[in-house]
């Protein structure tokens, strides 16, 4: 069983810089491809970023598309988003998901397991 674990979230200013991250555990974290979703208050779960694992391919909403790079650490089981230009609109719970052996990018509804999410709040 596939675990995740996402961290780094908090509330800060328009402009400001924030990072998350997202640790695995419980399985072969270099074959998944690995996505960052996030979730508004009264809105639907949205794509953010994925990277997937054969190649390290990035993919962005283009919302964010040029503020937020995601990356991996095979080494370390984790994933990470850094995020600049932060905007109030960003405001949100982000997830991090894991598609276990998917090649490119995965439909949401090929991410097998879920992280608890981190608040990420951007005040105006």
């Known amino acids: 069983q596939v675990q995740l674990v996402e961290s780094g979230g908090g509330l800060v200013q328009t402009g400001d810089s924030l990072r998350l991250s997202c640790v695995a555990s419980?399985?072969?974290?270099?074959?998944?491809?690995m996505g960052w979703f996030r979730q508004a208050p009264m809105k639907e779960r949205e794509f953010v970023a994925a990277?997937?694992?054969?190649?390290?391919?990035?993919y962005y909403v283009d919302s964010v598309q040029g503020r937020f790079t995601v990356s991996r650490d095979n080494a370390k089981n984790t994933m990470y988003l850094q995020m600049s230009s932060l905007k109030p609109e960003d405001t949100a719970v982000y997830y991090c998901?894991?598609?276990?052996?998917?090649?490119?990018?995965?439909?949401?509804?090929?991410?097998?397991?879920w992280g608890q999410g981190t608040q990420v709040t951007v005040s105006s």
């Open positions: 419980g399985g072969t974290f270099s074959w998944y491809a």
């Open positions: 990277i997937s694992w054969r190649p390290a391919t990035t």
């Open positions: 998901a894991a598609a276990p052996g998917r090649i490119g990018l995965p439909r949401e509804s090929e991410y097998d397991y």
